[in-house]
């Protein structure tokens, strides 16, 4: 018998892009395809050298290769999706939508045709309405489509609480929901620390000074870094959810998911917590909101809307 390994393909060969590469070889989840346009092959090849001549050093097994040939990703498992142009300082997310319309749609009809059993995960910003547009370009079914900006969102508040706190990252159980960016809801009311909710380990003025913080984290990063955006963080947590999908963990992780009526959203693509397993995005779980939550995740809902509405 021949063993068939998972194929993963990364479009897009940047920071992002190379950081996966590297993760997905290092947990061996399966050989990586790493893509990007004809003027950036060197780009995608060196990287994936790199890292294939990084293997006897930790000893992973998979293979990782580099190419502009979207025929070198057919039948990929999953299809992580970080292609677009980054922030820089002074933009929104929203600002993006121009630039990264036409490199998400040019990506859909590839995938379409390549790798139409794929399980979709889109990073590129602005997220809510790339996702949106790589579901409707490619007419996948929802559930294999959805974007990553939960698990990394609800990372940045798991870090400020603990920090904040004192305690181990480990200890903290928190997530945020709603659309990626200022209107993202960081949800203090079930966040708990080893079952302590932490709003008895915090007061309320540092709990508010830790959710301004987390809405506004990936823009605090662009700042520092001063040409682009963050790569570390989001590279890993698109790599959880491809792990949940590959290994079918069912694992609970807030994405970008095709709502239908939950959280009285019907049709977009909103940050909400999911079962990721094999089946893809396998079910939204609905939590207790406060008032407030409640109201501030509708506010986040409208702003969604009118971003989908804005493409053309």
Do not use: W
């Amino acid at each position: 018998m021949t063993y068939k390994r998972n194929k993963i393909a990364l479009i897009g060969a940047g920071q992002i892009g190379g950081i996966m590469a590297l993760l997905c070889a290092q947990k061996e989840l399966g050989d990586v395809v790493l893509l990007d346009i004809p003027r950036m092959e060197g780009q995608a090849k060196g990287k994936a050298l790199d890292i294939m001549m990084g293997r006897p050093v930790d000893g992973y097994d998979a293979e990782v290769t580099g190419t502009s040939d979207y025929a070198d990703v057919a039948g990929a498992d999953v299809v992580i999706v970080t292609a677009g142009v980054p922030r820089k300082p002074g933009m929104s997310r929203a600002d993006l939508i121009g630039i990264n319309l036409k490199i998400i749609r040019d990506v859909a009809g590839s995938l379409k045709q390549h790798c139409p059993d794929a399980f979709v995960i889109v990073i590129t910003n602005p997220l809510d309405a790339m996702v949106y547009t790589m579901q409707k370009e490619t007419g996948f079914p929802t559930n294999m489509v959805c974007g990553m900006a939960g698990v990394l969102d609800s990372a940045r508040l798991r870090y400020l609480l603990a920090d904040g706190i004192g305690i181990s990252v480990g200890q903290v159980q928190a997530m945020t929901l709603g659309g990626h960016g200022p209107s993202m809801v960081p949800l203090v009311s079930t966040a708990n620390a080893g079952g302590v909710p932490v709003t008895t380990l915090l007061d309320s003025e540092t709990l508010d000074a830790i959710v301004a913080r987390t809405r506004k984290a990936g823009s605090e990063i662009v700042g520092l870094l001063g040409n682009g955006s963050a790569f570390f963080s989001p590279a890993a947590s698109a790599v959880k959810m491809a792990e949940a999908y590959l290994k079918d963990l069912k694992s609970v992780l807030p994405a970008a998911a095709h709502l239908t009526g939950q959280y009285g959203q019907d049709g977009i693509y909103f940050g909400v917590p999911t079962i990721i397993g094999a089946g893809g995005i396998e079910k939204v779980i609905e939590v207790p909101l406060s008032d407030d939550e409640r109201a501030a995740l509708d506010a986040s809902a409208g702003k969604v809307k009118d971003l989908v509405a804005s493409i053309k």
